[in-house]
Structures are given as C-alpha cells and as structure tokens.
C-alpha cells in the first residue's frame, strides 16, 4: 500500500512538471501554425490584388478604351460595347469589384457602379488619378456612398504617369469591397475558436474572418500597429479573458495580419491531461485508502476460509500449500471453471450419443434408455423436432411432448417410435419399420409426414421437422441424425413450411449466392426514397436463399448484414473479420423464418436511418465543398462535371444547379474563370514557359483552344498580352 501512495504521487508531480515544460513549446507551435494561416492569407491576397491589377491593364490598353479616355466620345459602336461589356462581366464575375470609373483628360467618361459613390467623392477620384503615379496603385481610400454611408475601398487604378512630371492621358480605376472580399479571403465559420483580421497601418480593420462573441480590442490592434518587428506574437490581457496574438506585416502594401486565438485554447490539450491526471491520481489514492480499509478489516479471515474451500473443490491441495500468493488460487479458479465448461458441453449430448451409438443397449445402463428397432432387415428414418413458437395455452415441453404424440399416432401400427428428449424445446425419434416394407412407398411416407406437419397443434404453438432419410445399416444412425439435424436450418428460409426432408436438401445449390442477389436491397437501403421497397426485398432475398444449401444462404445474409453496418458506419477501409463471424452465428441461431424477416428487417432500416442522417448533413455543406474541389483542382484535364457528381455521389444536374447558386455561375465559366487567371498570372510572372505549356499547366488539353479561350476574355491572344506586359515594363 505504501508503494502503491508513493507511485501516484510521483505521477501527480511528474504530469505537473511536464505540464508547465510544454507549455511554453505548445504555444510556439500554435504561433508556428497560426503565422503560417497567415502567410497563406497573404499570398491569396496578393493574388486578388493581382488579379484586379491585371483587370485595370487589360481595360487600359483595350483601343477602344484608350480612345474613349482621350476623346471622351462615347458614340455607340460595336467594338467599345464590347469592350464596355468586358468591365460590367468583370464587376458580375468577381463580386467583390464594387465600381469601375473610365477617366478622360479631364473629367470620367465611363462609370459603373455596383454601389454608388456621391459626386464629391467622384470628383475627389478623378483629380486623385491626373495627381497620381502609377507606382501608388492600389491605394485604401475612405470615402462616401451616394446614401451618405462611409466606406472604405481599396482602389486599383492603371495610368501612363510612370513619373511625377509624365503626361496624363486619362486612366481606369477599379474599387474593391473589402468588406465582400473577406468572404473570399477567409473560410473560417463563425464560431470558430481563432479569429483572423487585416488591418491598416494605423490598426484600423480593414477585413475579418467571422467574429463571434466581442469585437476586436482597440488597445490590442494599436499595439500591433505600433510593433517594429514584420512578425511575432504575444499575449493580450487587456480586454478579458486572455488572447494569443500573432501577427505579420506586409511592406509592400503597408498591412497587418494578425490572428487572435483564446490563450486557454492554446494548451487546452496539455491542461485537460494535467487536470485529468491530476483527478485519475486523486481517484487513485481514494480507491487505495478505501481497499486498504476493506481489505484489512473484512477480508483477511475470510480469505483463508476461501482458500481451504479451493483447495478441497481442486483436489490439488499440495499446489495451494506451497503456493504463497493469489496467483497460485487463480490458476486452480480457473482450472476448476475449465472443468465445469467441459461438463457443461459434454452432459448436453452425452446421453444422446450413447444411445444412438448404442442402439441394442441393455437396460442394465440406467442412465441410458434402452432402443429396440423394428424388424432386423427393415427401414428407419431419425426426425427431429423444434419448437419454434410455444402455443398460448402450453409451455414449451408439452408443446413438443404433443408433437410427438401425433408422429406416434400417425406411424401407429406401421413403425416403433421411440423418443428421446435432449432439450424442453426439442426431441429426437427414430422410426423403424415393425416389418420389412410397412413404410410402403417413398410417396406414402413422405405424404404421412406432410399431413403430421400440416396439423394444427391444440396448443396453438408451432413446431418445425427435420426428417431424415431412410436407411437399414444401423451403422449410419449418427448420421442419419445429422441430416435430420441440419434440416433445422432450412426451416427459416421457408414462410408457409414447417418440414424439410433431407433427401430434398441433396439437390440444393452449393455454390455460393451470387452478389446480384443482394444488390436490390442493397439500393433499397442507400436510396431513402427506396425505403418503403424492404420488404419486398427482403421477400424476394430469402426466396432465393432457399434454393440454396443452408450455409450458402447463412453466408450470403451474414454478408448483407456486414455490409449494411460497413456501409452505413461509413467506413472505406478494412473491417474485422470477427464482425461478419458474429452476424453468422446470429443467423444460424435463428429458428424461424418470421424472425429471419424480422432481424434482416430490422437491420436494413437501421442502417438506412444512419445513411439518411449521415446524407443530410454532407448535403449541407455539398455547393462549397464542390466550389471548394474546383478551386483545388481547376488545373487537372480531366475535371468534369460528370466525374465531380460521381465522386460527391449527386446528380450532374443537380450539383451544376449547386454551383450556379452558389457562386453565380456555371461549372464550365467558373472552371474557364480560374483556368484563364492563374494563366494571366504565369505570362508575366515566369516568362520561361510558352504558351503551350502554361495551357497544360493550367488544365487545357489543346493549346489552341486555349489561346481562343484567353482571347475571347481579355481581347488580345497570350502571347501578345506577354509583349505588352514585357513592353510596359521596359518603359
């Protein structure tokens, strides 16, 4: 006991010490994870970022613009509709583009706006664009919507101003929501433990993931602003509970990332291992105190009484008087519970077997009833009887005691029958032929036990027969026994019958139940709307189980059940074996062919339940986890719509329709959307690939349906778009 104190002791000392060395290391690691959600976040940004810039170009050295900005002509033609449509494709497309302003020399010669912005503020715009140097492009700008709300717009503009002193021919403007990019930005949930935001040089938010419970702390986000490290963390305590911060600065656009996580979140996982070791030691110590008291005050005398006890029942006292510990009594508990299990095995048949071992046994053997056969040469068949449903009259016994009486009555005069009763549900009789041929017929025979089976019992129970065939060898009255015994077996497959002879097992298929079988219920089972179809299947199912051999048609519904609970557990992978064992053992077990229906009944509508549940909520998240595998996988040739509803189990008319709500567009835009911005991105970005290349790249089979693709969106082939990137950088 002594020892006992001692080790819980050191476990309670040791998981504090450890708790407080990893402390320190648990939270670099959620800083570590944290900068890096960060540095992704600023990579996606700068990819928006880029992605409006690369707009504002493309609208800039459009000719049709560059001669409305300089002629401020807005006449109606073809080629400036086309290009005025591409800006209104690009705000419809990209939702978080709010306005686009076309400026001429000296005023704006083309506006559209998602959310309009009152005249002061467009006039403010437009002197900014003639003051400013294409270097200063995007610039945050605070301004006022026509209904007097403020906002605050990152603004991406192109103009020839290269230097303070260059000319101004006019310049586009584009103006990004960021309260709507945030959406794109950040795919946290609302809830969630670790908050992100964007914040401006001053600390002011610009853009936040989903905040739950209180807003941001104003004294948290100055210190950020006020840090001169580009990254780092620390905590905050000033607004409550404390806060893990991490944070990045990003110079070149002069922002803030941060995340703000509960510090108790940050080593929960360590704290809820103290704590729990903490309390498991405290049990420990608990328990101990109050087994030392039992055992000291109520259970040493009666140890040794149990000990002499053990060591009479063994009969191996010599094991015990040498044997100094509980060891030595556990092993002869366990040798004596080994013995009773043999017993227990052994008595249920023994006395069976003697007598069908022994048929001419003298009634000396008193623990054994004697059997007399009929006529020395004539025929005898063994039966054995079931009792699948006591009457609600009688009780079991009478009720097989009763089934009995009516074989003797029916074989009355034509064979001995002798009975022998192993179980109260089940009895065993042999019939044999009191003179060579009394049997008559194989038909008569069958057509006696036919008529036995069609009696209704006046105890209104059920009983199932087994009938053997007939033989004269006594030598094959064991088997003979067997067969009737495993006629049991068919009796659960069979609705209306109640009697199964073996000579009709013989011609029954042995090959294993073919899967197509177990397909219809199968479908029933994964379709809810299927789920009123169970029955017949399960009808349909155990019809043709019964033209099959009993441990075929076991196997085939152990197999159902195994798949059905693999299925619904929602498990791909490998399942222990010892589950399909134990299905089998159920099936075999049962008796009946009502409580066969009820079991395969039951477990189909159980697993149809889970497959339900588990179908409503993947639904729910099944538009963005499809947009989400697009965005993924835009690159890859072979993503189609039909293989992404395979692969998500839904209809490719029912996810195209997902798609277009969920994001305002159809599959084949929003891959060609993704497809042509990343191939944007590499023709300025590694001009070491041609044009050939960046279409594979990019998920395009055919260069030159590339190059129409490109074309037809940005007005210019790629490699031309090249050039002027590689053009304007030189200037």
Same mark, same amino acid.
């Given at each position: ?23 320190? @290391? ?180 610009? =853009? ?34 404390? %806060? ?32 729990? =070791? ?35 029942? $063994? ?110 549900? $089940? ?183 889970? @497959?339900?549940? =588990? ?93 129409? %693709? ?15 990137? @590689?053009? %304007?950088?030189?200037?």
């Amino acid at each position: 006991m002594s020892l006992t104190f001692i080790s819980i002791s050191c476990i309670l000392v040791l998981a504090i010490v450890i708790f407080y060395w990893y402390r320190n @290391i648990a939270i670099d690691n959620v800083n570590k994870a944290n900068q890096n959600v960060l540095l992704n976040t600023e990579t996606v940004f700068m990819n928006y970022k880029e992605i409006v810039q690369n707009y504002t170009m493309d609208f800039y050295a459009n000719p049709n613009i560059s001669t409305l900005m300089r002629s401020g002509d807005t006449g109606w033609s073809d080629q400036l509709y086309s290009a005025l449509s591409q800006i209104r494709g690009a705000l419809v497309v990209n939702q978080y583009l709010e306005n686009a302003y076309i400026f001429g020399e000296n005023e704006p010669v083309a506006i559209f706006e998602n959310m309009p912005l009152n005249n002061e503020a467009k006039l403010e715009l437009a002197r900014r664009m003639r003051s400013s140097r294409i270097i200063e492009s995007p610039f945050l700008w605070k301004t006022t919507q026509n209904n007097g709300a403020p906002v605050t717009l990152l603004t991406v503009f192109y103009n020839d101003r290269a230097f303070a002193d260059s000319e101004y021919y006019g310049a586009v403007a584009l103006t990004v929501n960021l309260a709507k990019l945030q959406n794109n930005l950040f795919t946290q949930q609302e809830g969630e433990a670790t908050r992100y935001a964007v914040l401006d040089q001053n600390g002011g938010v610009l =853009m936040h993931s989903a905040l739950s419970g209180s807003t941001l702390h104003p004294e948290m986000l100055k210190q950020v602003a006020q840090s001169k490290a580009d990254r780092g963390s620390f905590v905050y305590r000033g607004g409550g509970e404390a %806060q893990l911060i991490t944070y990045i600065h990003s110079a070149e656009d002069n922002l803030w990332f941060i995340s703000e996580t509960f510090y108790r979140d940050s080593i929960r996982e360590l704290s809820g291992a103290r704590n729990l =070791m903490i309390a498991l030691c405290l049990a420990l110590i608990l328990a101990a105190s109050v087994s030392a008291y039992l055992i000291s005050r109520r259970m040493y005398k009666p140890i040794g009484r149990l000990f002499g006890s053990i060591a009479h029942i $063994s009969g191996n006292e010599e094991a015990l008087k040498t044997g100094s510990d509980f060891d030595t009594v556990n092993l002869e508990l366990e040798s004596i519970g080994i013995k009773l299990e043999q017993l227990k095995k052994e008595s249920a048949g023994s006395a069976l077997m003697r007598w069908l071992l022994s048929p001419r046994g003298s009634a000396a053997d008193t623990g054994t009833p004697v059997m007399n056969l009929g006529a020395p040469d004539g025929a005898y068949c063994v039966c054995v009887i079931a009792v699948l449903e006591p009457g609600p009259v009688r009780d079991v016994p009478e009720a097989a005691e009763e089934a009995v009486l009516r074989i003797q009555a029916a074989f009355a005069g034509l064979a001995g029958v002798q009975s022998f009763r192993l179980h109260e549900e $089940s009895a065993v009789l042999i019939l044999s032929e009191l003179q060579s041929g009394s049997f008559g017929d194989y038909a008569l025979f069958r057509s006696k036990w036919e008529e036995i089976a069609a009696q209704t019992p006046g105890s209104g129970g059920r009983c199932s027969f087994g009938v053997s065939g007939l033989a004269s060898d006594l030598s094959l009255l064991k088997p003979k026994y067997n067969e009737a015994a495993d006629c049991q077996q068919y009796i659960k497959f069979h609705g209306q019958q109640n009697i199964v002879f073996a000579d009709d097992t013989i011609h029954l298929n042995s090959s294993s139940v073919p899967d197509s079988a177990l397909a219809p219920l199968l479908q029933a089972v994964k379709q809810p709307e299927l789920a009123g179809h169970i029955p017949q299947a399960v009808e349909r199912l155990l019809e043709v189980a019964r033209s099959y051999r009993a441990e075929s048609a076991t196997i085939a519904i152990s197999r159902l059940a195994f798949e059905l609970n693999r299925t619904a557990a929602g498990t791909g992978g490998s399942t222990r074996h010892s589950g399909f064992l134990d299905y089998y053992q159920q099936v075999w077990q049962l008796q009946s062919y009502d409580k066969l229906r009820d079991w395969i009944e039951q477990s189909c509508y159980a697993a149809s339940s889970r @497959i339900a549940g =588990m179908g409503a909520l993947q639904t729910r998240s099944l538009a963005a986890e499809a947009v989400t595998y697009i965005r993924e996988n835009y690159s890859d040739p072979g993503l189609s719509l039909n293989a992404l509803a395979e692969k998500l189990s839904v209809s490719p008319a029912y996810l195209s329709r997902l798609i277009a709500e969920e994001v305002n567009a159809s599959f084949p835009d929003l891959i060609n959307q993704l497809r042509l911005e990343q191939a944007e991105l590499l023709l300025v970005t590694d001009l070491s690939l041609d044009i050939r290349e960046i279409a594979g790249q990019v998920g395009y089979n055919s260069s030159t349906y590339f190059t129409t %693709q490109f074309k037809k969106r940005y007005g210019v082939t790629p490699s031309k778009w090249r050039m002027n990137h @590689i053009l %304007q950088q030189q200037e």
